[in-house]
C-alpha cells in the first residue's frame, strides 16, 4: 500500500487541522464543517496528480490553447454520516465524478467496549473500470473501511482505488495495510500516536459526524 502523510509538509492545511482540533472552535458547526470541506479540497488536490490526463486544444476568444483534462472517471464514495463535508471537499475539484454514498458504523452487542461494524445502505452506481475514491475522515481502527470496501468489491471492479482520511492512528493504518490489496494508495492529512481503551484515536478531535450535524441517539 502506497501511504501519503500530507501534512508533513507545513502548508495551510495544517492550519485548518488545527482549527477542526480545537475545542474553542468546533462548536462552531458551519465553520467545522467547512474547514472538513476545506481538508477534502487540498487533498483533491493532491490525489489529481496520479491521475491520467489527456492534451486537449481549448478554444479561447484570441487563439487556441494546448492544456490537458483528466481521462480517468472518477466515482467518490464517502462512509456515512462524517464523510458529507469531506465527500463535498473532493466533489468540488472532481465536479464531473460519479457519487456513492454507503453507511457503517459499530454496533455494540454486548453494551461494552467490543464491537461489530455493521455496513446497510449502500448507494453508488457503476465503478468498475473507475478510479474509486473512498473518503471518511477518521481512520481509528481500520474495520469500517476494510468492511466498506470488501462490500464495494463484491459489485465492482475499479481501475484504481484512493482512499483518503484526515486523521489517522498508527493501528488503523496497520489494520488497512494487512487487509487491503498493495496496490491502494492511501492518503493521511495527519497521522496521531494511538489508540485509546475505547478505540478512540488521541487526541483527535472527538467524534467527527457529531461535531458536524449533532449528537445522535
Same mark, same amino acid.
Given at each position: 500500500?502506497? @501511504? ?12 485548518? !487541522? +488545527? ?29 489529481? %496528480? %496520479? ?16 492544456? +490537458?483534462? @483528466? ?7 464517502? @462512509? ?10 473532493? !466533489?468540488?475539484?472532481?465536479? %464531473? +465524478? ?33 478510479? !474509486? ?6 481512520? =481509528? ?22 482512499? =483518503? ?8 493504518? +496497520? ?25 478512540? @484515536? ?9 461535531? =458536524? ?5
Amino acid at each position: 500500500m502506497d @501511504i501519503h502523510h500530507i501534512s508533513q509538509k507545513n502548508s495551510v492545511l495544517n492550519h485548518f !487541522l +488545527a482549527q477542526i482540533r480545537n475545542i474553542n472552535v468546533q462548536h462552531d458547526r458551519m465553520r467545522f464543517r467547512r474547514n472538513i470541506e476545506r481538508i477534502g479540497e487540498i487533498m483533491a488536490y493532491e490525489i489529481s %496528480q %496520479q491521475l491520467d490526463y489527456k492534451t486537449i486544444a481549448v478554444q479561447t476568444p484570441l487563439g487556441i490553447k494546448e492544456t +490537458a483534462e @483528466i481521462v480517468d472517471p472518477i466515482v467518490i464514495c464517502s @462512509i456515512l454520516r462524517a464523510g458529507l463535508p469531506f465527500h463535498q471537499g473532493f !466533489l468540488n475539484y472532481f465536479d %464531473q +465524478a460519479e457519487n456513492g454514498f454507503i453507511s457503517a458504523y459499530r454496533h455494540h452487542p454486548n453494551d461494552d467496549d467490543y464491537f461489530e461494524i455493521k455496513v446497510e445502505y449502500q448507494a453508488i452506481g457503476n465503478y468498475d473500470n473507475s478510479t !474509486l475514491i473512498l473518503v471518511d475522515p477518521m481512520l =481509528a481502527t481500520g474495520q469500517s473501511i476494510v468492511a466498506v470496501f470488501n462490500k464495494l468489491i463484491e459489485k465492482g471492479n475499479p481501475a484504481a482505488i484512493h482512499l =483518503a482520511v484526515i486523521i489517522a492512528a498508527p493501528e488503523g493504518i +496497520a489494520h488497512l495495510k494487512e487487509h487491503l490489496p498493495d496496490h491502494c494508495h492511501l492518503w493521511i492529512a495527519t497521522i496521531d500516536k494511538k489508540l485509546d481503551e475505547h478505540s478512540y @484515536i488521541v487526541p483527535g478531535l472527538g467524534d467527527a459526524g457529531d461535531l =458536524a450535524y449533532g449528537k445522535k441517539l
